[in-house]
């Protein structure tokens, strides 16, 4: 049984959770937009509000959305993650949209052709790594926020987090007993405790 509940006319009843309004955007997305441009969003795509996978503090700044292949998925589908930091629910369309874009090839091709040509049928424009809903679309978009009501999330702040500094590592002699701290970096220089001249040092 799906988490969400839709009228004849996909009206959201009942919408407390995130996922519920993203998987119900998908279906008005598919109804509203990829369907009229021939195009069909794959019947089990999964997703969620979530960080992107790798990079630190400003790769989670600059990522506001990801979709991955399903060969990177236990189950083989494909799963879409929309950044906490992105609340305004346009933009969470937009984006949405984006990554059905990629879930419909795959991520077979990246941002290149394949996925240019779907990017425009759709009705997003601009650069393919950033694309933007043209006009047409965002009206589509208005339609969707009036069945759907807005995301129900309150956007995640970075601004105020510093980046985390390079990590010391504890090293001990097991000779002589002698700890310090010093970068990975150094670390691989290293092959002589300083006290004791010994080799036999370790991180712990």
């Not at 799963?79 to 984006?95: H, K």
């Not at 679309?137 to 969707?144: A, G, N, T, W, Y």
Request: proline share 4%; hydrophobic share 40%; with cysteine.
């Amino acid at each position: 049984m799906l988490p969400y509940r839709l009228t004849g006319t996909r009206q959201m009843t009942e919408m407390t959770t995130r996922e519920q309004y993203l998987v119900s955007a998908i279906h008005e997305l598919a109804a509203s937009v990829f369907g009229p441009a021939d195009y069909e969003i794959p019947a089990d795509v999964k997703v969620t509000c979530g960080w992107p996978s790798k990079g630190g503090l400003a790769s989670r700044r600059k990522t506001v959305g990801q979709c991955f292949a399903r060969s990177c998925s236990d189950v083989g589908v494909n799963e879409i993650f929309i950044s906490p930091t992105q609340a305004d629910t346009s933009d969470v369309l937009d984006i949405l949209t984006h990554e059905l874009v990629h879930a419909i090839d795959d991520c077979e091709n990246g941002h290149r052709a394949p996925f240019r040509r779907i990017a425009i049928a759709v009705g997003l424009t601009g650069k393919m790594t950033a694309t933007v809903a043209g006009d047409a679309l965002r009206s589509k978009f208005v339609d969707i926020q009036k069945k759907l009501g807005n995301y129900p999330h309150a956007a995640i702040d970075l601004s105020g987090l510093k980046k985390q500094k390079s990590r010391q590592l504890k090293i001990e002699c097991l000779d002589c007993g002698a700890v310090w701290r010093m970068s990975r970096k150094w670390l691989a220089q290293v092959t002589a405790c300083p006290v004791c001249q010994s080799g036999n040092i370790k991180s712990v």
